[in-house]
C-alpha cells in the first residue's frame, strides 16, 4: 500500500504539471484559442510540428498512463470506507484515461500527413486537420468534462465520508466534480476552464498528501 501511495503521489503531481504545462503552451504561448480558422491552425501546426507532438503526446498520452496509476492509488485507500463510490470512480478514470490516450494518438498520428498533404493540395489539408482535431477533441470530450468531473466528485465524496484526506481538500474535489459536470450543459462550456484549474490544484494536493503519508 505504502509503495502504491508514493506513486500515485508522484502520478498526481505529473497530472498537475501537466495541466499546467497545456495551459502555459496552448492557451498562453500559443494563444490557440484565438486561432480559428483552419488555414491559421494548419500554418501554427507547421510552424510547431515537433512541440506539438511532443506536447500532445505528454498531456494526453502520458497523462491517460500517469491518471490510471492515480486512479489505482485512490481507489486503494479509499476502497474501505466507500467501495462502491471508489469502485465506480475508478472505472469512469479508466474511462477517462484511455480516451485520453486514444485522443492524443488520433492527433500525433494525423500531423505527418496533415504537413505532407499541405505540400501539395493546401486546401485538402485544411480539411484533413479540421476532421483530425474534430475526431480527437470528441475522443477526448472537448466539448464537457462528464468524466474527470464525476471520477473527481465520486472519489471526494467518499474521502469526506471516510474522513480520508484534509477535509478542505474533499471539498476542493467536489466542487472540482461540479465544474465538471456543469461543463456539460448547454451554453456553459467555460466552466471547463475552472474544472482545469481547480482540478490542477487537487492533483498536486492529493499528490503532497500521498507523498506525506
Known sequence: MLKLEKIGGLAACYLGLAYAAGIGLFLIALDMPSITSAEAKLDMLAA??????????????????????????????LKG?????????SVLGFIWAGLLIASGMVTIAGI????QLRKTDPSAAELYWSGIETVAEGIGLGQGEILGGLMTLLFSLAALRGGTFPRILNYL?????????????????????????TQLVWFFWLGAVFLTR
Not at 474535489?173 to 456543469?182: P, T
Open 81 to 89: 470506507v466507500a467501495p462502491t463510490s471508489a469502485r465506480f470512480a
Open 112 to 115: 505527418e500527413p496533415a504537413l
Open 173 to 197: 474535489g467536489i466542487g472540482v466534480g461540479v465544474a465538471g459536470l456543469v461543463s456539460i450543459l448547454p451554453g456553459m462550456s467555460d466552466m471547463a476552464a475552472l474544472f482545469g484549474i
Open 48 to 77: 510547431n510540428a515537433l512541440l506539438f507532438h511532443g506536447m500532445h503526446l505528454a498531456i494526453y498520452v502520458v497523462f491517460g498512463i500517469a491518471l490510471i496509476a492515480f486512479v489505482f492509488a485512490l481507489y486503494e485507500t
